[in-house]
């Protein structure tokens, strides 16, 4: 009895350029926002230590912004992790983009352009996003 016709594997899908650009640059973003975020609670800390230099007794509340510093932190991990999703090609990364880019397009839409000729670029700039990511969907499993 002869072996089972197996079929080879799927080749990868191919990843656009567009996509490989945007996700990097995305990953850019987050690692900022990371780094902000480390930023102020180091800030943070070696504020509260200063304060407390000799009273290491003393476990109050520490007053400052470590909350904004460990939010900071968890959103630029939030966006790390959407980038490395759309550098591998993951549907609900690109469905996530999209809603972003939506409301994006919304938010400038209604503010309006009195004047203000940046709000023109990025409107513009988050249709070519949407039509090109749309366009580029099949790449996406």
Do not use: D
Request: net charge positive; glycine share 10%; aromatic share 8%.
């Amino acid at each position: 009895m002869p072996a089972p016709a197996t079929l080879p594997p799927l080749p990868p899908p191919s990843r656009p350029v567009g996509v490989a650009i945007l996700s990097v640059l995305i990953g850019l973003y987050g690692i900022l926002w990371i780094v902000l975020g480390l930023l102020v609670l180091a800030n943070e800390t070696i504020g509260s230590l200063e304060k407390n230099i000799g009273a290491l007794t003393s476990y109050g509340p520490v007053t400052g912004h470590i909350e904004v510093g460990l939010i900071v932190l968890v959103v630029g991990l939030i966006i790390l992790g959407i980038a490395v999703a759309l550098w591998h090609l993951r549907m609900w990364a690109l469905v996530l983009a999209l809603l972003v880019l939506i409301f994006v397009m919304v938010s400038y839409g209604l503010h309006g352009t009195a004047g203000i000729s940046s709000h023109i670029y990025a409107f513009g700039a988050a249709v070519v996003l949407f039509i090109y990511l749309v366009a580029v969907n099949r790449h996406f499993r």
